[in-house]
């Protein structure tokens, strides 16, 4: 069975503060792909990033960034320096190579960012 | 243009009214999505269309039916609905489907009440 885990139910920083968001994730396939989404308060869902199984490198975008860890299965996403506009729930997500083409959603995590 | 559109962003209905959500993307993709959110929860996917065929159905009820004209469209049908299926209702679609898990581009949803 495949499984997202966010522990994180909400976390609040202050703005200019680094924060990292977990994602602990679940499957017996060898190839799965991992995927970030951020939702502002506007409701649509906005692509981050996409990481295939095979690859173990870390990515990073402006001030964000992302660690993914097989051993751990993990794949954690921090922000540098929050500002006020990173305020929005974060999911994070699992697909496989099965032939469907479902996405599994972690519960998410909701980011406030104090001014 | 990573752009799906859905309309109406709002729309309230009763019990016994019959409605249609519609979705259109422009980027030639092959793969389009329902999800249904409700509030402080992870979208639920709901039905997935592949080269403009129903490829899922996750046990959705029949009052609501999908519907895909052509490959950039993506209407569902809506009838005699509960209050209970009151959320937001998310579109999405990727490059491809069946076993190449794309990111998927998210609609701004429609906002649903049943009355």
């Known amino acids: 069975a495949q499984k997202v885990t966010q522990a994180q139910t909400e976390i609040s920083v202050v703005e200019k503060e680094d924060v990292t968001l977990d994602c602990v994730y679940e499957?017996?396939?060898?190839?799965?792909?991992l995927f970030w989404y951020k939702q502002p308060p506007s409701g649509e869902l906005v692509f981050l990033i996409r990481?295939?199984?095979?690859?173990?490198q870390n990515e990073i975008s402006g001030r964000y960034s992302w660690n993914f860890q097989k051993s751990t299965s993990s794949f954690n996403f921090t922000i540098t320096a929050s500002q006020v506009v990173d305020s929005a729930v974060y999911f994070c997500?699992?697909?496989?190579?099965?032939?469907?083409?479902?996405?599994?959603f972690g519960k998410g995590t909701r980011l406030h960012i104090l001014p | 243009d990573t752009e799906v559109t859905q309309t109406p962003k709002h729309l309230v209905m009763g019990m016994t009214n019959k409605k249609s959500l519609k979705c259109e993307q422009h980027?030639?993709?092959?793969?389009m999505y329902w999800y249904k959110q409700k509030a402080k929860k992870p979208p639920e996917l709901m039905f997935v269309y592949s080269y403009e065929k129903l490829s899922i159905n996750e046990s959705v009820p029949s009052r609501f039916s999908p519907e895909c004209p052509n490959s950039s469209l993506l209407n569902l049908h809506l009838h005699a609905l509960q209050p209970e299926d009151s959320a937001l209702y998310l579109c999405a679609s990727s490059q491809e489907g069946s076993g190449s898990p794309y990111e998927q581009y998210f609609g701004p949803g429609t906002r649903l009440t049943v009355t």
């Open positions: 980027m030639g993709h092959r793969a």
């Open positions: 990481r295939n199984s095979f690859d173990e």
């Open positions: 499957t017996r396939d060898t190839t799965y792909y």
């Open positions: 997500a699992l697909s496989s190579s099965h032939g469907d083409d479902k996405i599994i």
